[in-house]
């Protein structure tokens, strides 16, 4: 069941200080990075020269690829003046938004320039702009991806994407419970969450959105840092509703994003009352469901627009980059929403990506049933341990707002978090001693680990804490080793408390299920 890439991470899992930077996989198009020690956690988001240097690899969207870099450098050599720089989009279409988005925040002089292999073009921008070039491929997902860069920089074409598409949209399709013509792909999750987004904007160009739910960084970061604005309501709650409500009586609205569960601190909204609530206004509703995938649960049930990342679960090797979205048929916006597509839609995922994904995603299915158990009985066993504050996990987070539209035979997902007590003292002492691999990302095949605020936010940790997510979270993503084997690893990190951090941690405030 478990892939080539990714055995090795099961059974011989990265943790070592010594496997800082290593890539996570074992690939030259690992889409995730060994940060073993909250130190080196800390010292990637300060750019300590001796951390970053030793990275190898990086999450995409947020660390460009050597590859990628690569290219850029020969768009530059090709392109720009020695006061210039160049970053490198699939197609012209996205190469555009970008200097659009560079123009409207100030940056003059920016050019567009074809490549010379597929539709790959260059923007080329002043050197001193290249931090508002970065911020769009971060923000909006339509990267270059690493096997695409090294195709154009060797002129090398790839076989079969057409008829790998194929397989995932039908694959995805038939999980969903849809047609395959309304399965869109894109190069990343990122971009498909902002072209739904731009979607919906299109059919209400200066109205703003509403994120519900603690989210995403950069699903909240698309909807800030261009366009017409959004609300932010952060909680799930009954309060959250109310302020809806508020909004929804006193000014036209785009849309209503949330993800389902959040992430990272699995909660979500009743989404049969959300979506009722929202269709009597005429507001669509856009979710994200990558946390729990379509195997779980059955968002489109009751969204307009459904976006998954596939680099997660669905891929589950961790070595590609790729997002859908599903359009719902039966929306009463599914009209207005074709008609903007049919303008805007443009199939970016690389064929040599899809050729990889559609392989790995063949044992979807068995793959993430094996998660939910195994995750269901690690968290079981956290929550019933006395230094453990709090689990977040959407079984006892989401009450009847995710049985509703729990599938059946379908699970809670592969993804917690965990808050001890005393944090401030024990979390980094537990961080450091975990023998799971740690770094960015979920979903994968091998488990992960990762202090998501100190990742997520760390410019703005107190903003973090201020909407009920702390510091010291830790988010785990559960992979296909065994429970016996993880419940193990944990409770060794744990007892390492005992011996580092004096005095009781706390009573359990939690029973076990």
């Known amino acids: 069941m478990q892939t080539r890439e990714t055995t090795p991470l099961c059974g011989s899992p990265r943790y070592r200080p010594s496997d800082l930077g290593a890539p996570l996989?074992?690939?030259?198009?690992?889409?995730?990075?060994?940060?073993?020690?909250?130190?080196?956690?800390?010292?990637?988001?300060?750019?300590?020269?001796?951390?970053?240097?030793?990275?190898?690899?990086?999450?995409?969207?947020?660390?460009?690829h050597p590859l990628v870099l690569e290219l850029f450098a020969e768009c530059a050599r090709r392109f720009a003046s020695r006061s210039e720089g160049a970053f490198a989009f699939p197609s012209r279409q996205s190469a555009t938004r970008c200097a659009a988005f560079m123009r409207e925040k100030g940056c003059n002089g920016v050019t567009l320039h074809p490549y010379g292999f597929g539709n790959i073009h260059a923007v080329v921008f002043p050197q001193h702009a290249a931090d508002l070039a970065k911020a769009y491929w971060q923000h909006f997902g339509q990267i270059v991806s690493s096997r695409l860069a090294e195709a154009a920089l060797q002129q090398r074409l790839v076989q079969g994407g057409i008829e790998a598409k194929i397989v995932i949209r039908c694959q995805l399709a038939e999980l969903a419970g849809t047609v395959p013509e309304?399965?869109?792909?894109?190069?990343?999750?990122?971009?498909?969450?902002?072209?739904?987004?731009?979607?919906a904007h299109s059919c209400?160009?200066?109205?703003?959105?509403?994120?519900?739910?603690?989210?995403?960084?950069?699903v909240l970061k698309c909807q800030t840092v261009w366009g017409p604005g959004v609300h932010f309501l952060p909680y799930s709650t009954d309060y959250s509703i109310e302020a809806l409500e508020w909004h929804l009586e006193r000014e036209p609205i785009a849309a209503v994003v949330c993800e389902f569960p959040g992430n990272p601190l699995l909660q979500g909204p009743d989404l049969a009352v959300l979506s009722q609530s929202l269709r009597a206004h005429?507001?669509?509703?856009?979710?994200?469901?990558?946390?729990?995938?379509?195997?779980?649960?059955?968002?489109?049930?009751?969204?307009?627009?459904?976006?998954?990342?596939?680099?997660?679960?669905?891929?589950?090797?961790?070595?590609?980059?790729?997002?859908?979205?599903i359009l719902n048929t039966a929306s009463p916006f599914f009209a207005a929403f074709m008609a903007a597509q049919h303008r805007q839609y443009e199939d970016l995922l690389w064929s040599g990506d899809a050729v990889v994904l559609a392989s790995n995603a063949k044992n979807f299915v068995e793959r993430t049933r094996q998660i939910n158990a195994t995750t269901l009985e690690l968290v079981d066993h956290l929550r019933a341990h006395p230094a453990v504050k709090h689990a977040y996990y959407p079984k006892y987070e989401m009450g009847g707002a995710?049985?509703?539209?729990?599938?059946?035979?379908?699970?809670?997902?592969?993804?917690?978090?965990?808050?001890?007590?005393?944090?401030?003292?024990?979390?980094?002492?537990?961080?450091?001693?975990?023998?799971?691999?740690?770094?960015?990302?979920l979903g994968n095949n091998f488990s992960l680990a990762c202090p998501y605020t100190l990742l997520a936010h760390y410019k703005e940790l107190d903003w973090a804490?201020?909407?009920?997510?702390?510091?010291?979270?830790?988010?785990?993503?559960?992979?296909?080793?065994?429970?016996?084997?993880?419940?193990?690893?944990?409770?060794?990190?744990?007892?390492?408390?005992?011996?580092?951090?004096?005095?009781?941690?706390?009573?359990?405030?939690?029973?076990?299920a």
């Not at 309304?182 to 979607?199: D, E, N, R, T, W």
């Not at 809670?412 to 024990?426: A, D, K, M, N, V």
């Not at 702390?470 to 559960?478: K, Q």
């Open 25 to 64: 996989p074992d690939s030259p198009h690992a889409a995730s990075v060994a940060l073993p020690l909250w130190d080196h956690v800390v010292g990637y988001e300060e750019g300590r020269p001796e951390i970053v240097q030793a990275m190898k690899l990086g999450y995409p969207r947020f660390v460009i």
């Open 282 to 325: 005429g507001v669509p509703l856009i979710v994200d469901d990558t946390p729990a995938t379509c195997i779980n649960i059955d968002a489109l049930r009751h969204a307009d627009m459904v976006v998954t990342s596939l680099t997660k679960t669905y891929s589950g090797s961790g070595d590609v980059m790729a997002g859908s979205m």
């Open 465 to 512: 804490e201020s909407h009920g997510v702390s510091r010291y979270l830790i988010r785990v993503s559960v992979g296909l080793e065994q429970a016996a084997d993880l419940i193990q690893r944990f409770d060794s990190a744990l007892e390492t408390l005992r011996a580092e951090v004096a005095g009781t941690l706390g009573a359990p405030s939690q029973g076990p």
């Open 204 to 218: 209400r160009p200066d109205a703003r959105s509403i994120q519900l739910g603690f989210p995403y960084v950069d």
């Open 182 to 199: 309304q399965v869109y792909l894109f190069p990343s999750g990122m971009a498909a969450m902002a072209h739904a987004i731009h979607l």
């Open 402 to 441: 995710y049985g509703q539209i729990l599938k059946e035979g379908g699970g809670y997902g592969g993804l917690f978090s965990i808050l001890l007590h005393r944090p401030q003292e024990t979390a980094q002492v537990f961080y450091d001693a975990l023998r799971i691999s740690k770094g960015p990302s």
